[in-house]
C-alpha cells in the first residue's frame, strides 16, 4: 500500500502503513495486534483507515473486540474486503492437494474466512460508522474465477464485499491485488476520506 501512503503523505495526511502477518496467527490475535499498534500510534481520533482484503475484517473484529475503541474511529475505506465471507475459504480447504496448499498459504487466519455461520464475518456486527467498500469486478484468476461464477476480483465476489450499515459503494474494473495501486481507485479512496463519499 506504499503508493497510496504516498499519496495520502502528500495531501497531508500522517500515516501508519501496518503490517501483520497473516498466515502466522488467528483473525483475533491478527485484529488485536493491530489495534495495539494503532494504539501506540496514536492514541485519540478520530482516525481514518484504508484497508485491503482482510484488513477490513481485522477493523471490524477489533471495533466489536472493544481493542478500537469506536470514538477512535473516523472514516473507513475497504478494498477487497470479503465482509460476507470467502467462497473460496468454503471450497478449497475440502479439495484434495489443494486444501493442505490453502491452509498453508493463507494460515488460520484464511481458514476463518468462510461464509458459513461459523466463519468470523458472519458473526461480526453491521458497521455504525462511515465505511466506504470498492469491490473489484476484473480477474487474472480464471480458475479461482470460475469457482467464484458471480462478478469477482479473482478472490472475492463483488457482492460478499458489502457490509450492512456502510456509507457508500463502489464497483471498479481491477482485479484484487490491483485495488490498493490503482491510479483511480486511489483518487477514490482520498475522496472518500475527504469527502464521506466516493467521487461519482
Request: glycine share 10%; charged share 20%.
Amino acid at each position: 500500500m506504499r503508493r497510496l501512503e504516498r499519496t495520502l503523505r502528500a495531501r497531508g495526511y500522517d500515516t501508519l502503513n501496518h503490517g501483520y502477518p497473516s498466515r502466522m496467527d488467528d483473525i483475533a490475535t491478527l485484529a488485536a495486534g493491530m489495534a495495539h499498534c494503532v494504539a501506540e500510534w496514536a492514541d485519540n481520533g478520530p482516525l481514518d483507515f484504508v484497508t485491503h482484503s482482510l484488513g477490513g475484517i481485522l477493523v471490524r473484529v477489533a471495533v466489536a473486540a472493544g481493542d478500537l475503541p469506536r470514538d477512535l474511529i473516523g472514516r473507513v475505506v475497504m478494498l477487497g474486503t470479503p465482509n460476507e465471507g470467502s467462497e473460496l475459504a468454503d471450497l478449497l480447504p475440502a479439495m484434495p492437494v489443494v486444501g493442505p496448499l490453502y491452509a498453508r498459504v493463507t494460515g488460520p487466519a484464511g481458514l476463518e474466512l468462510g461464509t458459513t455461520e461459523l466463519g468470523v464475518p458472519a458473526q461480526l456486527p453491521p458497521v455504525d460508522f462511515e465505511v466506504g467498500v470498492i469491490a473489484g469486478d476484473r480477474s487474472w484468476n480464471p480458475w479461482f474465477s470460475a469457482l467464484l461464477r458471480e462478478p469477482n476480483d479473482g478472490k472475492v465476489r463483488v457482492d460478499s464485499t458489502r457490509v450492512a450499515g456502510m456509507t457508500d459503494f463502489l464497483v471498479v474494473p481491477h482485479w484484487h491485488p490491483m485495488l490498493v495501486t490503482a491510479p483511480d481507485v486511489i483518487e477514490q479512496v482520498v475522496h472518500f476520506l475527504e469527502c464521506g463519499a466516493f467521487k461519482r
